[in-house]
Structures are given as C-alpha cells and as structure tokens.
C-alpha cells in the first residue's frame, strides 16, 4: 500500500463549520447572513457563531479525508444496494426466496437502499458546503448488471456476482471474543465464489433460495462492516460536525447491521449439493439465530467488564484500509480497474491517516 503522509501536512483549513443541514438548505442558508441557520437548538450556531473563529469547529485535512472515503464507501454501498433492490422489486423468483426468510425483505431491503442514498449525497453535500470536492465514481462504472429480469442495464461499481461472503460476523457478535483482542471466529457459513444476486433467470427453486440466503448473510457483513467503520474512524474526528456525521450515521449503520442479522437466521437450511451448504444454525451453540443481541465481550481491557460492542474497532482490524480491503477480499469488485483499486486504496489510506487534534 501506498502510505500517504496526511500528518505533517495536516492543517485547518479556512472553511469553518456550521450545521447538520441537507446539502440545499445548507447552501441556501449559507447566502443569509447573520440569520440562525436553523431553529435554536442544541447542534445549532448562527452565522454570527459560525464566524466566531470556535477553533474546535474547524475542519482538518483529516476530517476531509475521513469523509472522502466515507463519500466514496456509501456510493459503493448505494451502488449495491441498488442492484439488490432492483433484483428484489423486479425479478419474482428473487423476491419469492427472499420473502422465504420475511415477508417484509423487499421493504427493508428498499429501506436500506434509500438510507445508504442519503448517506452518500449528505456527506458529498457536506463536503461541498466547506468547499470540498465531492466524490464521484461514476467514471468507474465499467462493470454490468446482471441480464436477469427486473435489473436495469446500466454501469456498475459492483460486481454480486461472485462473492466469498465473510459470515464470520454471526459468531463474532455471539461470542464473548474480540477481534481487536486477538480473537478470530469461523464462519457461520462457507460461502465462497457465489452469487448474491440471480445472474440468469431459469434458476432452479433451490439455486434462488441458495441466491436469496447467500444475499442475506451478505447484507449483514456489509452492514457490519459500517458499524466498525465508522466506529473506528469516529476517534479520528476533530471537527465535532464531522464527529456528529460519524456516530449519527455510524448509528443506521448499526440499525441496519441489526435487522439483517436477526434475519439472517431466517436462511432455510439447504445443501446445493456443490459445496454451499446453509446448515441449521441453531444446531450450533455460537450460531443460535435468536442471540441477536450483541454478546457483551472484551472491550478496551481484557480486566474490565464485558461490555455489549460494537467490534472490532481498532486500526488493522477496523477503520478504512481495513473495509477496503475486506470488500476487495470478497469479490465485490472484480473487473474493477487498476485505478479504481489505487483510488480506493488512497482515500483509504488517507482516511486512516487523520488524527484528533
Ligand atoms: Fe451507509
Ligand atoms: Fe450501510
């Protein structure tokens, strides 16, 4: 990996922060001076404040470049959740398999999608708001959507078509372990070069229900990798805009982690008969489906209390290098280009680099 060094060139920059608005309003507010940009309350400065030189509400270069990769980080997720959502919306089999583990999955999968919109278009927003660049990866849509019914043919960041999803989540947050202590956990499933989307149509009832589950334990690793992600990436923030960004959308990420591990457990046990075998989980004491809530662990100090965390958390195990790479490891971008990796890899780095002033 490239290591850039953000340290000694770290500095405040001159765009003072202000509000948690939506990108619009926020720049509509910008052009009325000396008018509270939002009703009182306890988030809110007005422009007089704002202006004020509160040196704790400066921005960084750290704090840019930790939204820049989370920019970058959402509109990979939009981008497949999108492929989820049209696949869900407008290809039946899919549907039918998904509805298998809740009759409510297309809602939550729509839900999700919409959710992670908006994370990528408030960030970007926000970003532009103190005169940043926004991030934009359309020139690496290079990648196609799947020719089954119901997706749209259009570019793609991601490719669900060959996926090793890492499942090892659903013991980590059962288990009294902690990766960040040293702890590692087997997967809860082996799921290994498949689909988590139907790439044809024709597929047999029990190659979409092995699609459908293969797409549920892969909401619940994507979704948990945010949880982390911008856990580990919150204790970087100065700005406390930027640290509100990160624990309140932090916060859906957890949200969303939660609902698809709970319906995760829902997978109908099968055996595709070519090595991808969804096994009866609550045949396992560290996979029972209805320990959904997080198992207190090991958090800070092995001495101290277990404690119900988010984890892992710390640098190496968590923060972006370590998203990046977990998402390359699992197929998510194959096709993608040289420059799609070294993009990625330098607002990773960079990102990583931020420190709290
Ligand atoms: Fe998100
Ligand atoms: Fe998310």
Known sequence: ????????????????????????????????????????????????????????????????????????????????????????????????????????????????????????????????????????????????SSPAHGAVQRGRLTN????????????????????????????????????????????????????????AFHFGTIEQGGSSLYASLAVRATNLDVLRILLSIGGTEVFHFAIWDDLAGNAPPLNTGDGLVFPNLNADPGTQTAKVMPRPCKFLNANLPHCSVIRPIKPGNAGAVAAASGLTRSGLFSGQSQQFFQTLNALAVAADSAHRR
Request: aromatic share 8%.
């Open 1 to 144: 990996m490239n290591s850039i060094d953000i340290d000694s060139k770290e500095q405040e920059s001159p765009h003072l922060m202000s509000s948690p608005l939506g990108r619009r309003s926020f720049v509509k507010g910008l052009g009325l001076a000396g008018v509270a940009l939002l009703p009182a309350g306890g988030l809110v400065l007005s422009a007089g404040e704002a202006l004020a030189g509160d040196r704790s509400r400066r921005i960084t270069q750290g704090d840019v470049a930790i939204l820049k990769f989370l920019a970058a980080a959402e509109l990979l997720e939009t981008d497949l959740w999108q492929q989820y959502l049209e696949l869900a919306a407008g290809n039946k089999p899919f549907r039918d398999a998904l509805e298998v583990l809740d009759e409510d999955m297309g809602e939550y999968i729509e839900g999700n999608t919409n959710d992670e919109i908006s994370h990528a278009a408030f960030i970007n927003g926000f970003l532009e708001s103190v005169g940043e660049q926004p991030v934009n990866l359309d020139a690496f849509r290079t990648l196609p």
């Open 160 to 215: 669900l078509g060959k996926l090793t999803v890492d499942t090892s989540w659903y013991r980590r947050y059962r288990s009294a372990g902690n990766p960040d202590f040293g702890d590692h956990f087997a997967q809860a499933v082996r799921i290994v070069d498949r689909p988590a989307i139907p790439l044809h149509d024709g597929n047999s009832s029990m190659q979409i229900q092995a699609i459908a589950n293969t797409a």
